[in-house]
């Protein structure tokens, strides 16, 4: 990271405005209010008026318990390093890119050579998918997990089967390498997994893992596992530093709150990453995003709050779906619960936005009557579960 450009290049009016939106230096009160972030932009004489439109799903009313975002926002730390950055853009980010590598290696015990560093780990699930297409198109995963890699190879044409959860709604190990025959391509594992929470037991998971990718690669998309109870047991990075044949997905967007500012990664064997990772970069990865993420790896009292603010707010909705005796998947460890709400997902999702909560607004196959709720901050997810009683009750 270049440090050349200091805060004394930064004039004073555009310091006494980062000191107002709260990311002027010892000032970094961040907030997750979009209307709170407009009226210090506003009381600060900036313009606001392209705000609205370009954040019309955030700025609606509602809370926004929909798509796993993490609420409590960004370590602090993370705002501050990009701050310090704000006037670094001018150059491409190549150098940068290869010192999170560095980072990333270092803490997953992999080489650097075996990283890929993406926008979010969207662009990751999406050209895995078409790598899929292009080494023998087939595809087995299970039911009621997320769609990135599955939808994104069905809509390429890919083959995709689709295994039953096991009874207790985690991922079905067993059936799942039943089903991978010699001409499989992949097997995408979610863990946890979205919708459902679950968590596979992690030695299972790795002997599974290495048995199965002597025919198939396995993928495994690790988006919350930073979340998860047992982290960091729950990890298989080292399935790909044994030489296994297998892919791990990480992002930023979930318990390092930088959904907004987009940033994932990869764990690949090295001639893999070689070949995808100069298509799946797409010409770089944002400076801001980089340097944020870094510091937020570094943060560990951060993430070790926010697992626990996060399991603190899971429970909450675990105990309000106990309490209305509505089934759930058990022992969820991602930043959101699965529910049998007893009526059509939409109709669900109608009745919580009557309420001002916005739940997730879509289903999946066979599993129309649940619907996916994600955790706010203490404020936000008290609001849920006063919404869930008054819905279900
Ligand atoms: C399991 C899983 N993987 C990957 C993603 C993609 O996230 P992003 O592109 O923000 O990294 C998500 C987003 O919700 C997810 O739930």
Redesign the pocket.
């Known amino acids: 990271m270049n440090k050349n450009v200091q805060q004394t290049s930064v004039n004073s009016s555009r310091r006494n405005w980062l000191k107002s939106v709260g990311l002027g230096a010892g000032a970094v009160a961040l907030t997750t209010s979009v209307d709170s972030i407009m009226g210090d932009l506003r009381a600060a004489g900036m313009p606001t008026e392209h705000f609205p439109s370009a954040t019309p799903n955030v700025n609606d009313g509602l809370v926004r318990l929909s798509?796993?975002e993490n609420a409590f926002g960004p370590s602090k730390k993370a705002a501050k390093a990009m701050q310090s950055e704000l006037l670094n853009l001018a150059r491409y980010t190549d150098a940068t890119v290869e010192v999170l590598a560095q980072k990333i290696a270092k803490q997953e015990g992999v080489s650097a050579d075996q990283i890929v560093i993406t926008n979010?780990?969207?662009?990751i699930?999406f050209g895995y998918a078409d790598w899929i297409t292009k080494n023998g198109n087939k595809l087995v995963t299970s039911m009621a997990t997320?769609e990135?890699v599955p939808r994104g190879a069905e809509f390429m044409g890919a083959d995709v089967t689709y295994v039953p959860l096991a009874a207790d709604m985690t991922f079905d190990l067993d059936a799942i390498e039943a089903a991978v025959t010699e001409d499989t391509t992949a097997v995408y594992v979610?863990n946890p997994?979205?919708p459902t929470g679950s968590v596979v037991d992690a030695a299972k998971l790795t002997a599974f893992a290495k048995r199965v990718s002597k025919k198939a690669q396995v993928f495994i998309?690790e988006?919350?596992i930073e979340m998860s109870d047992a982290y960091p047991a729950n990890v298989q990075s080292k399935l790909v530093a044994e030489g296994h044949n297998v892919v791990i997905?990480r992002?930023?967007?979930?318990i390092h709150a930088m959904?907004g500012q987009?940033?994932?990664y990869a764990i690949m064997p090295s001639e893999q990453a070689k070949t995808m990772g100069g298509m799946l970069r797409m010409g770089g990865v944002n400076y801001l995003a980089l340097v944020a993420g870094m510091a937020s790896m570094d943060d560990h009292a951060n993430l070790n709050t926010m697992r626990s603010r996060i399991k603190t707010e899971r429970d909450k909705l675990v105990n309000v779906a106990k309490e209305l005796k509505q089934p759930y998947a058990p022992n969820p460890q991602g930043n959101f619960i699965y529910m049998d709400t007893g009526m059509p997902h939409d109709k669900f999702a109608e009745k919580m936005k009557a309420q001002g909560i916005k739940v997730v607004g879509r289903t999946w196959p066979g599993y129309d009557s649940w619907s996916r709720i994600s955790v706010g901050t203490p404020a936000e997810t008290d609001a849920c579960v006063k919404a869930l009683k008054a819905v279900l009750a």
Request: proline residues 4%; charged residues 10%; hydrophobic residues 20%.
């Open positions: 798509s796993n979010g780990s969207s662009p699930l997320y990135g979610c997994n979205n998309d988006a919350y997905c992002t930023f967007s979930k959904a987009r940033l994932g």
